[in-house]
Structures are given as C-alpha cells and as structure tokens.
C-alpha cells in the first residue's frame, strides 16, 4: 500500500512564501511523475506544476516564475517552493503521483494567502 504525506501548508501574508514537502511511503516499485494539484472552493481540482521522471518541469501561467516543484528521489519526494505568494492562490494543495501503473493522491493541505 502507498500513501503521500503533505507538510508545509499554513496562512501566510501576501508576498510571502510557503514549502510544501509530499512524502510517498509503503511498497513502491517505481515512481514516474510527481505533480501538485490545487483545488478552489466550489471547482475542480487544476494542475499547478509537474515534474515527470525525466527530469522536466512545467507549470500553470499563473505560478510561472513565482513557484519551483523539484524532486528528491532518493527520498521519494516532491516539494513545491512557493514564493511572492497572492490572495488568489488560497487554495488546498495536493500532491499527485504516478507510482508503478497507480496514480495516488495526498490529503491536501491548506494554503492561505492573507493580511
């Protein structure tokens, strides 16, 4: 069984910057892309950045330039850097992961952007 553990999330002001860590644990075999999700109340989950297993990343327009998703493989994790943070990413964020032929997802965590 595998489960992705999400740290990081909190209330930060404007401008601010967050690190949110996904741990995977339990039996993996191989795991081949690692992505974070972010949902808005009321909508459905969107793609905010991703990093596939060779070693690219890409993003949505609207965190280019302000977040950084990397990868620590000898960890199985995934973090996403988010810096210069807005109201407008107030969101719960969630870890995704393509383990074996699985895709599994974390809890989520909160973020909120906020004076």
């Known amino acids: 069984q595998v489960q992705l553990v999400e740290s990081g999330g909190g209330l930060v002001q404007p401008g601010g910057s967050l690190r949110l860590s996904c741990a995977a644990s339990?039996?993996?075999?191989?795991?081949?892309?690692m992505a974070w999700y972010r949902r808005f109340p009321g909508k459905q989950r969107e793609l905010v950045a991703a990093a596939p297993s060779d070693g690219s990343t890409s993003y949505a327009d609207s965190v280019k330039g302000r977040f950084t998703i990397s990868r620590d493989n000898a960890k199985n994790t995934v973090y996403l850097q988010m810096n210069m943070l807005k109201p407008e990413d107030t969101a719960v964020y969630y870890c995704?992961?393509?383990?074996?032929?699985?895709?599994?997802w974390g809890q989520g965590t909160q973020v909120t952007v906020s004076s």
């Open positions: 339990g039996t993996i075999s191989r795991i081949y892309a």
């Open positions: 995704n992961s393509l383990i074996g032929t699985t895709y599994y």
